[in-house]
């Protein structure tokens, strides 16, 4: 599935001798951009499922990873200094030799393939390499978070038009990609919740949510009762939104590592329409790119995924560019 001819592997490269956790860096400093992260080494992962039972055939989010590895990611992040193990494919099952079962549909293959994002992750962490995992769509960091927080206690910067917190009893779809970051703080099915090991993977302490303006209405109980801290476009457009990020990272300052979730809908469509669940009023290409820039200044970066980058709805490749750019950003690419 996906893209048939992976990269070939490239030598190990170990950590700095600074350790995973580099002290923060100072914006006036003129450094290395492979500094901003623990590790210069980068597992790249490609996991495609499009598992929403509610279309009849693959909307085009399973052609994502390949997209932005056409658009030059790999020869990006080598640029900027990382030395880039693309571990291919993450295998998953096909969706056109599924039948969707009644209720979460095809929970029983995102569970197997979310599974396999866990140790991938889990490895590289292990490896003292940075886990990037390319969706798909944002189920996937049901593994990646799991993976990462495997023996590490982890936070995590959502970037999303919506939640992502409904369960099978709140959610009006049942689609499983609007239930990750639910499952992974302890709500929702027990296949997603104990995923890789039983239990949530996630303190509600350790996540925020960043740029959201799409929530259904039992998710947005859910959020609140759950104590999730939250950051909507309102409070950005009347707080702005550098001072809202610096208070975001700064509430995740205690944990290990940092993962940074980025969803392409966190943008507003007119910059990235190649997304299936466009929601107006999002993130604009200055303010995506200053966020990614605030996020590498502050550093601890131990884990990022990108998802939901869905060619056939695109134009011109044009939301695989601006998330290569936005990742560049995240990276350390800076303009002095």
């Given at each position: ?11 190990p ?15 006036e ?53 990382y ?6 494919n ?17 929970l029983?293959p ?72 639910a ?15 039983p ?53 995740l ?8 979730s980025?969803?392409?809908d ?13 929601a ?23 884990s ?13 490749n044009?939301?695989?560019?601006l ?14």
């Amino acid at each position: 599935m996906g893209d048939p001819h992976p990269i070939a592997p490239a030598p190990p490269l170990r950590a700095p001798a600074s350790g995973r956790h580099p002290p923060r860096r100072n914006p006036e400093q003129t450094r290395p951009p492979s500094n901003l992260l623990p590790s210069h080494h980068v597992h790249l992962g490609r996991s495609p499922p499009d598992h929403d039972p509610h279309r009849r055939r693959p909307s085009g989010v399973d052609l994502g990873p390949t997209a932005l590895r056409y658009a030059g990611l790999k020869s990006e992040l080598t640029r900027l200094g990382y030395r880039v193990e693309d571990r291919g494919n993450i295998e998953t099952v096909e969706r056109d030799t599924l039948s969707a079962a009644p209720g979460l549909g095809f929970l029983q293959p995102v569970v197997e393939a979310c599974e396999r994002i866990y140790e991938a992750s889990r490895q590289a962490v292990a490896d003292d390499a940075v886990p990037l995992v390319l969706g798909g769509d944002h189920s996937i960091a049901i593994g990646t978070v799991g993976g990462v927080s495997h023996e590490h206690r982890t936070g995590v910067l959502w970037i999303d038009a919506h939640g992502d917190f409904n369960t099978p009893e709140t959610s009006p779809t049942g689609n499983l990609h609007g239930m990750p970051l639910a499952a992974l703080c302890g709500h929702g099915a027990p296949e997603l919740v104990n995923l890789g090991r039983p239990g949530p993977k996630l303190q509600p302490e350790d996540v925020v949510l960043f740029g959201v303006r799409d929530l259904d209405s039992g998710e947005q109980a859910l959020i609140q009762q759950a104590g999730i801290a939250t950051y909507t476009m309102r409070q950005i457009d009347e707080r702005g939104l550098a001072p809202l990020a610096a208070e975001a990272l700064e509430l995740l300052d205690h944990v290990d590592l940092l993962h940074v979730s980025l969803d392409m809908d966190s943008i507003d469509p007119r910059e990235a329409p190649g997304v299936g669940t466009q929601a107006p009023g999002g993130l604009s290409y200055r303010e995506g790119h200053l966020l990614m820039e605030l996020i590498a200044e502050h550093g601890g970066i131990g884990s990022v995924d990108v998802v939901e980058v869905n060619p056939i709805l695109d134009t011109r490749n044009q939301t695989a560019k601006l998330a290569l750019g936005l990742l560049s950003s995240l990276f350390g690419r800076s303009i002095l």
